[in-house]
């Protein structure tokens, strides 16, 4: 029994004819058509200088022998060195030591930055948006940070937005001086932010921090999981961890 051959569709056998097979017919697109397929366009070109710019070394030249770092890896970098940065604040222990009573944002922000370090980041995202949420601009850096050294554009766009907005918030807690600057128009649209922290800058060993968060009690929170809870004894720990670094 012969089998059907199923016809192949027509294959155009020029550039002209597959043009005009092509070609946009009028009376089919009206201009709110034509409007949302350039809207459409035009995010899809901006996710890709997104996705080129976690993937392509920075043009700045390196301020020392190292390389450019790619996009993800400068945000990974500058994560931690503001975490760094913010622990070592003379008020961080005590903000972190009064959380229970005040329920400070400044504290949240101090104790995230101590789960960063040590690597614990569902907690660390939980506690930075606590702090972004009660004004903190320095806890929405930290998440543009965060997420954009996962790779997470659409994420860490939303909270470059917030920078912005946070930055005129009263009762800011920013123990790292910092500058915030817009380049949207630069690759993939990110911003910059520039952390005024010393070439020689102190920093706590990571294997201690992590020490002291292991210690800690965790709260279940329904849909996030474990969060750890930060406590009066992880602030006593800090001042003593700062103390031995400087």
């Not at 601009?137 to 912005?164: N, V």
Request: hydrophobic content about 40%; charged content about 25%.
């Amino acid at each position: 029994m012969r089998s059907e051959i199923p016809m192949r569709p027509h294959q155009p056998r020029t550039i002209n004819e597959a043009l005009a097979n092509a070609r946009i017919r009028q009376d089919t697109y009206t201009p709110a058509h034509r409007e949302a397929s350039r809207r459409r366009i035009s995010e899809q070109l901006h996710e890709l200088r997104w996705m080129q710019a976690l993937t392509t070394p920075a043009s700045l030249p390196p301020r020392g022998p190292r390389p450019p770092l790619l996009l993800h890896q400068r945000a990974a970098h500058d994560l931690r060195a503001l975490c760094q940065g913010i622990i070592h604040d003379d008020d961080a222990a005590r903000r972190i030591a009064r959380f229970d009573t005040a329920r400070d944002p400044g504290g949240a922000l101090a104790f995230a930055c101590l789960l960063v370090l040590a690597d614990r980041e569902e907690g660390a995202q939980f506690w930075l948006q606590y702090a972004a949420g009660g004004g903190q601009a320095t806890g929405a850096i930290c998440l543009y940070l965060l997420h954009l050294r996962r790779g997470e554009w659409r994420d860490a766009k939303y909270w470059a937005r917030q920078i912005e907005i946070l930055e005129h918030e009263p009762c800011q807690y920013a123990p790292v001086p910092h500058e915030v600057v817009d380049t949207t128009t630069g690759p993939g649209g990110a911003v910059t932010v520039f952390l005024a922290l010393p070439n020689d800058a102190a920093t706590v060993p990571e294997d201690a921090v992590k020490d002291a968060v292991d210690d800690l009690p965790v709260g279940r929170i329904d849909g996030l999981g474990p969060i750890p809870q930060p406590n009066a004894g992880l602030a006593h720990q800090l001042e003593d961890l700062v103390t031995t670094t400087h």
